[in-house]
């Protein structure tokens, strides 16, 4: 996706919106200026969740690093959630020992450095965590509705995310938080939006392989179809 500078602006962002639902992973920020990013899960590139992190910044900041302060936003906020989630488990000499483990430990400071799914997944994962103890003696809405929400989303961005899938189950499982039902399947639902175009994609893909097939076998089958 490449942005030029001497084109006016409106119709750069006009350029920009629709390159973000088919372009390959790396984004042209300038000319001769390339910014990679990770594998998205669809194999066909239409993956709009992971497009959408690392293409949605630049329409604020038309920068290679506009990306990238996304991802540090995320794991500020991240660590927000995580310190005020636990600040009532933890005394305080055990918040500043999460404070260092989170900002120091080796994964963070060398993964971090750069554009990987998986970076993305650290907000994720402390919503999931404070949403699980809001609900730890009755189910709520919002909480619900964020959990939610949540793993669609990071199940769209990244395929680990399937580790807090199968942790939500076991927590409901063993009744240490409650679901509240209306506020999952609509949380679940609308995180489900970008899920769209890509299900559209791959089943025209699928149906234009199986005419492929269809007609090498038998063409007269084909021209039928």
Not at 61 to 83: E, K, N, P, Q, T
Not at 143 to 163: D, K, Y
Not at 189 to 215: D, E, F, G, H, Q
Request: with cysteine; aromatic share 12%; hydrophobic share 55%.
């Amino acid at each position: 996706m490449a942005i030029d500078d001497e084109r006016p602006f409106a119709q750069t962002l006009r350029w920009t919106a629709a390159a973000l639902t088919i372009a390959p992973p790396e984004v042209h920020v300038r000319r001769e200026q390339t910014l990679p990013i990770g594998v998205t899960l669809c194999r066909s590139r239409n993956a709009a969740a992971p497009m959408l992190l690392v293409g949605l910044p630049l329409f604020l900041w038309r920068d290679h690093r506009a990306a990238s302060a996304l991802v540090l936003l995320f794991h500020v906020l991240a660590y927000g959630i995580l310190d005020g989630s636990l600040k009532r488990i933890l005394s305080s000499a055990e918040r500043v020992l999460l404070a260092l483990l989170y900002w120091l430990n080796p994964w963070q400071l060398y993964f971090a450095a750069f554009l990987w799914n998986p970076n993305y997944l650290y907000l994720f994962g402390a919503v999931h965590l404070w949403s699980a103890l809001a609900q730890r003696e009755r189910a709520r809405f919002w909480p619900s509705l964020l959990h939610a929400a949540g793993l669609v989303l990071a199940f769209q961005i990244h395929a680990s995310c399937v580790l807090l899938a199968a942790a939500s189950v076991l927590l409901a499982l063993r009744r240490y938080f409650r679901v509240h039902w209306t506020g999952a399947l609509l949380g679940g639902s609308i995180a489900a939006i970008p899920l769209v175009r890509c299900s559209s994609y791959v089943a025209c893909t699928t149906r234009c392989r199986v005419s492929a097939a269809v007609s090498l076998r038998a063409p007269s089958v084909y021209f039928l179809i």
